[in-house]
């Protein structure tokens, strides 16, 4: 069965720290992946995504993650964080069920807290 | 600008009630879902559906049931409601296209069953 997995489900660091997420899947086929954020009080904001092509995805905010398809990983980075990316961030990975639909299917997610 | 409108922010209900869940989208999506947002469990996947009356399992079916009698319109039924089920319901909307799928998301429901 489709699923995703983030390891890390708290992350603190100072402010100006690089960052890394990391993101598994398991699924043979095809996908599409995600990275969400859900700041505090709030919904959630795509971050980026990919789906085929160039497997370094820019997102906003000076994120990024790299597709790495014989790992089944998709870990978000960021070179310097600062403290307004407190948030909680969610991978996601769609791919095709057994009955045909797209399914879309969340990581737990990984709460960030950025101190200053 | 796509909507995604989910009929009731807040709600409150009794053990053992029926509970509609009601989303609606406007703009021609195939695929709706359904989820839960819970601290610590992120969104589980409750039903998906990719056309009318079309609907498939998610990862946390049981006690939840769905109807798509419209391709706008997707309905999560609790059919008796309990407290482990006081959670956040987000409901959410997808096109496939040559860039593969751009989703949409309702602003959820507060459900507490007490």
């Known amino acids: 069965a489709q699923s995703v997995s983030q390891h890390n489900h708290h992350v603190i660091l100072s402010e100006a720290a690089s960052l890394e997420l990391g993101c598994n899947y398991s699924?043979?086929?095809?996908?599409?992946l995600f990275w969400y954020v859900q700041y505090p009080g709030q919904h959630l904001q795509l971050l980026l995504k990919?789906?085929?092509?160039?497997?370094l995805v820019k997102g906003i905010k000076g994120f990024e993650a790299e597709f790495i398809k014989s790992k089944f990983s998709f870990n978000l980075r960021k070179p310097s964080v600062q403290w307004s990316d407190t948030a909680e961030y969610f991978c996601?990975?769609?791919?095709?069920?057994?009955?045909?639909?797209?399914?879309?299917?969340f990581g737990t997610g990984t709460q960030l807290k950025v101190e200053l | 600008d796509v909507k995604v409108t989910q009929s009731s922010r807040y709600l409150v209900k009794r053990t053992g009630e029926k509970v509609f869940l009601e989303c609606v989208q406007d703009?021609?999506?195939?695929?709706m879902f359904w989820y839960r947002q819970d601290p610590g469990l992120g969104l589980r996947l409750i039903y998906f559906?990719?056309?009318?009356?079309?609907?498939e399992k998610g990862d946390i079916p049981e006690g939840y049931s769905v109807s798509r009698e419209k391709k706008e319109r997707f309905s999560l039924i609790l059919e008796s409601a309990s407290t482990n089920q006081t959670s956040m319901y987000l409901c959410?909307?997808?096109?496939?296209?040559?860039?593969?799928?751009?989703?949409?998301f309702g602003e959820g429901s507060w459900l507490t069953v007490v």
């Open positions: 990919y789906f085929s092509g160039d497997p």
């Open positions: 996601a990975v769609n791919a095709k069920s057994t009955g045909g639909g797209n399914k879309l299917t």
């Open positions: 559906s990719y056309d009318v009356k079309m609907k």
């Open positions: 699924y043979g086929g095809t996908v599409n």
């Open positions: 959410a909307s997808s096109l496939y296209s040559g860039r593969g799928n751009t989703i949409y």
């Open positions: 703009m021609d999506h195939e695929n």
